[in-house]
């Protein structure tokens, strides 16, 4: 999978850009300002439909501009097109001129990993956040799995909701909770899963950026009792439910459930989130979502594309050298940074100046 033209209207500092862009290792250098994360957050906004960076899409239009546009040109088995309009009234999102009617149709169309310097904290932030990593992943691959979460996500709020009221009605709560109890064994086996296979995979790479000889361990944690059978499963959550029914009722809110579960990132077996300094969880959550990489390509036989988000002004010469020739078996990746830092050959560099970018060799 390769980016091959990225054009830009009106978006953020851009008024007009037309990027042709090589495969291989995409280094944008500029001083912080200049424009060069805004480069890989339209390439990332074509893979999920939103910005990464803000709440609302129109904080990305150009200030005193009525819209934006992003127009990608990639190519797999066959060249495509991927173009999205954002304007105040919303927006519109195109796959070779064709209108998606749905955002849920923008996914594993163009397949990225991201790593951005809030990711550091990936194991020290919340839940949520380690969630929303499992989720994205298996939803651009699984259509099946996001229709689950779907409509396990559209069961809790009803459960919440009747959880709210003045007058519960127990039998209500209880018929909503046996329709959510499947929903909830298929997530939980397929994340299960997806966590089982990354961790087999993650220490090659950990080995290929660090020299430590420690190793990473991903563990899944569920709020239910983690039976692999469905029938043991079912009759464990039951059982949860039950016992929760009153708690939950004077908490308005659902205690258990896969909405609750997490995983754990081990460093030569202690806790990465507690133990671990800072630098170690950077090369931890670099190892992951690289791992991702490998484990995203396994199951579709394409290369997604990788951006590294000002990634390498916090890691010494070593590790920066250790994670650019692990990046140079990939087919495209972009790399931000504010210095010229990269010392290898074969890298594809673009200079970014006040909204202005030019390739340099």
């Avoid at 239009?61 to 040109?73: M, N, P, S, V, Y």
């Avoid at 796959?95 to 809030?118: A, C, H, M, Q, Y």
């Avoid at 190892?287 to 579709?300: F, G």
Wanted: contains cysteine; charged residues 30%.
């Amino acid at each position: 999978m390769i980016i091959s033209n990225l054009k830009l209207v009106n978006f953020r500092n851009y008024e007009n850009l037309d990027l042709h862009l090589s495969s291989g290792i995409n280094v944008f250098i500029g001083e912080n300002g200049t424009g060069k994360t805004n480069l890989v957050e339209a390439i990332n906004f074509m893979t999920i439909g939103k910005s990464y960076r803000a709440n609302d899409d129109k904080e990305i239009i150009k200030f005193k501009e009525e819209f934006a546009r992003i127009h990608l040109e990639f190519e797999t088995s066959r060249k495509e097109v991927l173009e999205a309009v954002i304007s105040n009234q919303g927006k519109q999102i195109f796959r070779n001129d064709i209108k998606l009617t749905k955002l849920s149709e923008l996914s594993g169309i163009l397949l990225n990993v991201l790593f951005t310097p809030d990711d550091v904290l990936l194991f020290k932030d919340s839940p949520m956040e380690r969630r929303k990593l499992i989720d994205m992943n298996l939803s651009s691959l699984y259509r099946l799995y996001m229709n689950d979460l779907v409509q396990y996500k559209n069961l809790l709020k009803q459960r919440n909701a009747m959880l709210k009221e003045k007058e519960v009605n127990r039998g209500y709560i209880e018929v909503i909770t046996e329709q959510m109890i499947p929903f909830e064994y298929q997530i939980f086996k397929v994340r299960k899963k997806f966590i089982e296979e990354i961790d087999s995979k993650i220490n090659e790479i950990f080995k290929n950026i660090d020299d430590s000889p420690s190793k990473l361990k991903i563990i899944y944690k569920s709020s239910l009792d983690e039976e692999d059978d469905p029938t043991d499963f079912k009759e464990a959550a039951r059982s949860k439910y039950e016992m929760s029914l009153e708690d939950d009722i004077r908490r308005g809110s659902t205690s258990y459930g896969v909405h609750k579960d997490d995983f754990l990132m081990l460093l030569g077996g202690k806790n990465v989130a507690t133990y671990a300094s800072q630098g170690q969880n950077r090369l931890a959550s670099l190892s992951l979502k690289l791992t991702l990489v490998k484990w995203i390509k396994e199951k579709t036989n394409q290369d997604p594309i990788i951006i590294l988000d000002d990634v390498l002004s916090e890691l010494d010469e070593n590790h920066q050298n250790n994670l650019i020739n692990e990046l140079s078996s990939y087919s495209q990746v972009f790399i931000t940074c504010a210095k010229d830092d990269i010392k290898k050959e074969d890298v594809n560099y673009y200079v970014v100046e006040e909204n202005k970018v030019y390739r340099r060799n």
